[in-house]
């Protein structure tokens, strides 16, 4: 997709909202699908097609779990560290996966394949604590479970 298709198609979707800002959300996600991440550039596209600041765009992005400010491995894997989860073991489960991948929540392994991020908040209170493993929900996951995810990641394709 072209910048200008990309600025085109943001258009389209604001004139669904009342305020152009309102927009801004579904924005960044079509940004963020068509880059994997959002670099600069792409937080500039928003802006443009929204008539909003670059740095307004930046805020709200760095603000909400979802939207990527820097480039993620092929499989992304996400720890909800919120109170529900912390309760359960949220913490163990993160450095199951640190242990098991070798690097820190918030890193990426040597080869690009896996990005591991402790979150604010996955929305499944219920079955925590939960893991997102590529946008898919595993809950409730411990700390023995992680081996098993990490091996299931290395085979897929």
Not at 4 to 12: F, N, P
Not at 28 to 54: K, N, S
Not at 86 to 91: N, R
Not at 125 to 143: L, M, S
């Amino acid at each position: 997709m072209s910048t200008e298709a990309l600025v085109d198609q943001i258009r389209a979707i604001a004139e669904q909202y009342p305020e152009r800002e309102s927009a801004i959300m579904p924005a960044l996600h079509i940004a963020q699908e068509r880059y994997g991440w959002l670099p600069p550039e792409a937080l500039c596209e928003v802006a443009d097609a929204l008539e909003l600041t670059p740095a307004y765009c930046k805020a709200v992005a760095s603000f909400y779990d979802m939207y990527h400010l820097r480039p993620t491995g092929r499989h992304l894997v996400e720890v909800c560290t919120n109170v529900a989860c912390a309760l359960v073991g949220a913490q163990q489960v993160v450095e199951a996966f640190e242990a098991e991948l070798g690097l820190r929540a918030g890193e990426t392994t040597e080869d690009g394949e896996v990005t591991l991020r402790a979150v604010e908040c996955a929305g499944g209170c219920g079955y925590a604590p939960v893991v997102v493993v590529d946008h898919r929900y595993r809950e409730p996951v411990r700390p023995e479970n992680v081996p098993a995810i990490v091996e299931g990641l290395r085979r897929a394709p």
